[in-house]
């Protein structure tokens, strides 16, 4: 039969929850490195028992780890928890050293974008946002940073090298940190077609790669923020989340800052598909994994109201890929509810139905085991929820 | 021996108790300490220094004796108590966050 894995991270630690297919009784287990903010872990599709996790601290800085065994032990790659004493030869693997790349053999010297003022600022590396391996190599993974960069390690993650041609293809300068930072936070990886990347970035926009890495574009047109000195700017924009169906390459869903937005054509231009839903604001998106068309959204109240409208907590679920929403509230709250859902909280499982889950920064993790009909809290008292990865096992 | 004092989140993070001992070569210095203590716990490098800069994080902190020895150049030898193992060099967390 098969299970289903859920992987959490918190500010305060990493929980992974484990249920059997027909996904009613659940198992936890963690919080796997107590105290520290875990942004985000990710199982790979090639080697489901490899997991790479992103631990961060403002005090200590970024640690990768790693596990092969589906998240029982963690190891930092390349550096053994019983492998401490010395020993002779070349430095062991640095998995928590990200250093952007300036040389002018592979990147450019740029080292500044813009701050909150409008004045240049330099590129200072904080934290690892979000982990996507390959569909392949279990040994190969992609990091999106804040500030907003992009690294690939190729050998399990002991070494992690820039892709720098996003930050210097030219727009670079004109990037600005939204309110959380400037995160990069959403890579989508093509399976059809290994030279094609989809990222996004906070608050500069969202772009795309057809050869590897090297070159990037931004793909922002259609974008319309009323918050940004030209509101249709090629960069600037604050998307928050971008979801595409592994069928189709070519559909993305986005929800920016405000609206909810659909590309037909890889991302060359959008159009808005809000439609009926009650705000348009929110951070989460993501797309059922049978059907190509039906897309989750949780509405959230404002920008200065990160809360859902009126303490109810909804789900809106569109199967016509946007435009026309219903809103999901079967076992969710539907008053006095004032969570937030964050941008990488929510995913789906692969079984028939299609399971759908997400995390609240009030630290419940919900499940629906019918795409979205009913939810029941998998957990309800964990600390705030930064993420919500799903793996579905044999 | 040098003794070290690691805030709770390292020593969870190297897997080592609450204080740890260190074999240095030559002057006891900061820079002497923390190079020992990243080559016998290699998964600490960066916790504390900047991989880069070699720079200390901005919410640590090292006293040894009663003394702040945070903005001492990193090659200014520490106190002969530290050198000598009586005391041990503290490495803390800023308290902050609320």
């Given at each position: ?49 490899r ?15 790693r ?10 790659p ?60 279990p040994d190969?993974v ?11 390690s190729?050998d399990g993650g002991k ?236 | ?98």
């Open positions: 039969m098969s299970k289903v894995r859920v992987l959490v991270g918190t500010r305060k630690g990493a929980f992974v929850l484990t249920t059997d297919g027909k996904r009613q009784k659940w198992e936890v287990s963690g919080p796997h490195f107590a105290g520290w903010e875990m942004y985000h872990l990710k199982g790979s599709p090639a080697d489901p028992n997991i790479y996790a992103s631990q961060t601290s403002g005090w200590f800085g970024q640690i990768i780890q596990s092969d065994d589906g998240g029982k032990t963690w190891t930092q390349g550096t053994p928890p019983d492998e401490k004493d010395p020993k002779p030869g070349p430095p062991k693997g640095e998995s928590n050293k990200f250093v952007y790349d300036t040389s002018a053999e592979t990147g450019k010297p740029l080292t500044t974008h813009m701050w909150y003022d409008g004045t240049q600022h330099p590129w200072e590396f904080k934290r690892v946002w979000h982990l996507e391996p390959s569909f392949t190599d190969t992609y990091a999106g940073v804040e500030d907003a960069g992009i690294f690939r190729t070494n992690w090298k820039e892709l720098a041609g996003l930050r210097g293809h030219g727009t670079g300068p004109r990037w600005q940190p939204g309110a959380g930072g400037m995160c990069l936070h959403t890579i989508i990886l093509d399976k059809s077609d290994p030279k094609r990347i989809y990222i996004a970035i906070s608050a500069a926009g969202a772009f795309r790669t057809d050869d590897g890495g090297k070159t990037w574009k931004p793909i922002n047109k259609g974008l319309y923020s009323q918050y940004i000195p030209e509101p249709t700017a090629e960069v600037g924009h604050c998307v928050h989340h971008v979801a595409m169906h592994p069928s189709r390459p070519n559909v993305l869903f986005m929800q920016k800052h405000w609206d909810v937005m659909r590309s037909d054509n890889a991302g060359d231009s959008w159009k808005e598909v809000s439609g009926n839903l009650p705000t348009d604001f929110g951070f989460v998106i993501d797309v059922h994994a049978h059907e190509p068309e039906t897309i989750y959204v949780v509405p959230i109240k404002s920008d200065g109201e990160h809360f859902p409208i009126d303490g109810k907590l909804r789900v809106y679920r569109s199967k016509s890929g946007g435009n026309e929403w219903e809103a999901l509230t079967k076992g969710l709250p539907q008053k006095d509810c004032y969570v937030n859902i964050l941008r990488d909280a929510m995913a789906v499982d692969s079984l028939d139905k299609c399971g759908v889950y997400f995390g609240t920064t009030g630290g419940q993790v919900y499940g629906s085991a019918d795409a979205g009909d009913s939810w029941t809290p998998i957990v309800e008292h964990l600390p705030a929820v930064l993420s919500v990865e799903v793996q579905t096992l044999p | 021996m040098i003794r070290v004092v690691l805030p709770g989140h390292l020593r969870a993070l190297a897997r080592v108790g609450p204080e740890i001992q260190l074999h240095v070569e030559g002057p006891v210095t900061q820079r002497s300490v923390l190079d020992a203590l990243e080559a016998q716990y290699p998964m600490l490098r960066g916790t504390i220094r900047d991989h880069v800069t070699q720079e200390r994080r901005p919410f640590l902190r090292f006293f040894a004796c009663a003394e702040d020895y945070s903005l001492e150049p990193p090659d200014t030898p520490l106190p002969d108590a530290v050198a000598s193992g009586a005391e041990p060099l503290l490495i803390i967390g800023a308290i902050a966050g609320g």
